[in-house]
């Protein structure tokens, strides 16, 4: 079961369950923020991206208080996977399930457009059917992508090989180039980028299926 989890303002589940249901022929749920409980089946948590909340305050600055994410903890604390993108990565951020914040860009702009990015580290599950150093292209769509965090977590992070994206022209500032991470135990992933959007060939591009893929397999 891939449980997509749904809040005020997410607007990318019914990609995402188009992703797993259809073309990667998984189970799926969309899993209401109100819920206090995962499918006991869950062998991946998604958490889409959107504007939850409105974005007010801080991008997933509200939504971390919802009752299913108690649940989404405990199950990554378990050794669940959980996949972020997006509003989902900043989610993830003010969470505390991932290290470092996501800021506005650098420009204050909204940046809707396909971005090259390389790959970092492909020791993980995410992306382990990638090259390391691999440039690929994937959509992206934020305000708030501008990932930061201190020098003392940047070294862990870099130590770890939990920088999993970089950009190669760096749309929105974030330091070190980052566009996506995962945590110590390489369970936890979260990323800018959109690989929902890049998914059929006959609209040009599929490099994000593989990525998808990879994690319910």
Not at 30 to 40: A, K, N, V
Not at 52 to 69: H, N, V
Not at 95 to 108: A, C, Q, T, W
Not at 147 to 156: G, V
Request: aromatic content about 8%.
């Amino acid at each position: 079961m891939v449980a997509i989890l749904q809040f005020l303002g997410t607007n990318c589940e019914r990609d995402m369950r188009y992703v797993y249901q259809e073309k990667l022929q998984q189970e799926t749920a969309i899993i209401w923020h109100r819920q206090e409980s995962l499918p006991q089946n869950t062998k991946l948590v998604v958490i889409p991206g959107g504007f939850s909340y409105g974005d007010y305050l801080r991008s997933g600055a509200i939504a971390r208080f919802a009752p299913i994410m108690k649940a989404v903890k405990k199950y990554a604390d378990n050794g669940g996977f959980v996949l972020g993108i997006c509003n989902g990565f900043q989610i993830l951020t003010e969470s505390k399930l991932l290290p470092g914040v996501l800021k506005r860009n650098n420009h204050l702009s909204f940046i809707s457009k396909h971005q090259e990015l390389i790959v970092q580290n492909n020791d993980n599950k995410f992306l382990k059917n990638y090259k390391k150093n691999q440039t690929i292209t994937l959509p992206i769509a934020h305000a708030d992508g501008n990932y930061f965090a201190d020098s003392q977590t940047l070294e862990t992070l870099e130590e770890n090989h939990q920088i999993l994206l970089t950009y190669k022209d760096n749309p929105n500032g974030s330091i070190k180039n980052i566009a996506g991470i995962c945590n110590k135990d390489k369970n936890i992933f979260g990323l800018m980028p959109h690989p929902e959007r890049a998914i059929e060939k006959i609209l040009g591009n599929d490099v994000g299926l593989e990525m998808l893929k990879s994690l319910s397999e």
